[in-house]
């Protein structure tokens, strides 16, 4: 039997490797919609079966560490934090396609929806330096970096109430562009749920350095 | 120390007694979209906190498991996966506040959607029923059961694409009904989420019990 320590350190590898697939995705599933580029979506569809590969793969890893090794305190908590963020990340390389879905989607509907549709990069680009952050900030075990990427979310979100609200008033005023529109707005959504999963992994890296939970933090507050 | 048995019992109660407080939030939230009633929909918002703590819980449960009695094949497996439908439970407690949030906002609007609104009584039922059932076959460890969940997840599909249909056609039509249809869209986005995590805990299930990993099955058609 390999040494526990080495088991981990491959883990990490597995897991950054994921990462930077699914940040890969992200990526190229913008580009897909502002270049209108099926091929690159079909990209993204197409890796997604990569990316669900990995996840089964750290899950198998992850309980077979636990099997063997029945670690405690400190290594039983970053093997739970893996499970979590492995789910986090499969769940990110989902919402990449769905964006190339829309992306496809829109290329054939050829509306022109000008500034939100510009915002689209502006956001996957925040999302994936989230991500990137993150994971960082996972393998250093920094508490600091990774709550430094907490505040981002919320400029995530306001971006995306900007192009809700550029959507309505497109909607309101031309009918023809409705459907085009919903389907940009469901982008904005992915982009959205993207950096709300990169908050998720941001917040177990803090409780596994610090022991402290800070997800669900307005609890506190009771 | 107590027995393991005795404890993965309580760690079974424990989810499901999440599990009713889930079911019961999906409910109220729909029913206060169709009956318009902020009060019903502001106790959802607030039994998130509820449903927050009870993650939180079952987390140190799972935890406090692994590390005290280092369980190994059938047991590691199933706590792992307490650790999973611990995550999908609290993920769809957030979209039912979602479904929530939008009728408030959507009761603010008193804008007369017709029958897609009356459709979400149907898909709320539909997924309430799913994940009743899932977790009954998750306490009995009846794979058979979990797998008869499976179908309803692409009737959910269906009856939301239906909707989706419906609500681009009213907003085409009528420009003041774009932010009510929108809010009914992802109304109907969330309920159909619910659906997809009912559908991870079957799939958990079959594979707690059979040993055969459902999740991502298109990948052995590679």
């Known amino acids: 039997m390999r040494h526990f320590?080495?088991?981990?350190?491959?883990?990490?590898?597995?897991?950054?490797?994921?990462?930077?697939?699914?940040?890969?995705?992200?990526?190229?599933?913008?580009?897909?919609?502002?270049?209108?580029?099926?091929?690159?979506a079909r990209r993204v569809v197409e890796d997604e079966m990569l990316i669900n590969r990995m996840e089964l793969n750290i899950d198998a890893r992850v309980t077979r560490l636990l099997a063997l090794n029945q670690p405690v305190a400190g290594d039983l908590r970053l093997l739970v934090m893996c499970l979590k963020i492995n789910t986090d990340l499969e769940r990110m390389g989902d919402l990449a396609v769905n964006v190339a879905e829309r992306a496809i989607s829109l290329n054939r509907l050829a509306a022109p929806l000008g500034p939100p549709l510009q915002e689209m990069p502006r956001m996957a680009s925040m999302v994936e330096d989230m991500l990137h952050r993150t994971l960082d900030a996972f393998v250093r075990r920094d508490a600091e970096q990774a709550s430094a990427i907490l505040p981002a979310d919320d400029d995530v979100d306001r971006i995306r109430d900007?192009?809700?609200?550029?959507?309505i008033t497109t909607m309101r005023r031309d009918p023809n562009l409705v459907e085009a529109a919903i389907h940009l707005?469901?982008?904005?959504?992915?982009?959205?749920?993207?950096a709300d999963h990169a908050t998720n992994i941001a917040e177990d890296v803090i409780y596994l350095v610090r022991g402290v939970d800070v997800r669900h933090h307005h609890l506190e507050e009771v």
Not at 162 to 167: A, F, I, M, R, S
Not at 185 to 194: C, D, G, H, Y
């Open 5 to 40: 320590a080495e088991e981990l350190e491959e883990l990490n590898q597995a897991l950054l490797e994921m990462g930077g697939l699914v940040e890969s995705s992200i990526h190229t599933s913008v580009q897909a919609l502002v270049e209108h580029d099926d091929r690159m």
């Open 162 to 167: 900007g192009v809700y609200t550029e959507l």
């Open 185 to 194: 707005m469901f982008v904005a959504r992915s982009l959205e749920r993207i």
